[in-house]
Nanobody
Framework: EVRIVESGGGLAQAGGSLRLSCAAS????????IVWFRQAPGKEREGVSC????????YYEGSVKGRFTMSSDNAKNVVYLQMNSLKLEDTAVYHC??????????????????????WGQGTQVTVSS
């Protein structure tokens, strides 16, 4: 059974930090790129970041670059999203997704946040002033 479970969301003040986790099971981790995307109420889904767990390469959208960092623990099939210097506009439900490498070979610009084969229910991140 394929499972993706996000955790670590919550309430943070602007300028603060949170670390999200994405625990995956039921599929071969290395066959996929792991992505984070988010959706705020009334707004369209947007990509956040992507990681290739086989070589550690990452990609970040401009809105989070320099503030967010993805990493992976391949032994545990877990991916993390360290979010620093949080802004009010980071408030959203954050989802983790798995994009098969036959669909996208490497992380980079493009609609990776719509190309996932597996995804989780998300974790709420709320940033307050």
């Amino acid at each position: 059974e394929v499972r993706i479970v996000e955790s670590g969301g919550g309430l943070a003040q602007a300028g603060g930090s949170l670390r999200l986790s994405c625990a995956a099971s039921g599929f071969t981790f290395d066959d996929y790129l792991i992505v984070w995307f988010r959706q705020a109420p009334g707004k369209e889904r947007e990509g956040v970041s992507c990681i290739s767990t086989t070589d550690g390469t990452t990609y970040y959208e401009g809105s989070v670059k320099g503030r967010f960092t993805m990493s992976s623990d391949n032994a545990k099939n877990v991916v993390y999203l360290q979010m620093n210097s949080l802004k009010l506009e980071d408030t959203a439900v954050y989802h983790c997704g798995a994009v098969h490498r036959s669909v996208r070979r490497r992380c980079g610009p493009g609609p990776y946040y719509r190309e996932y084969e597996h995804w989780g229910q998300g974790t709420q991140v709320t940033v307050s002033s």
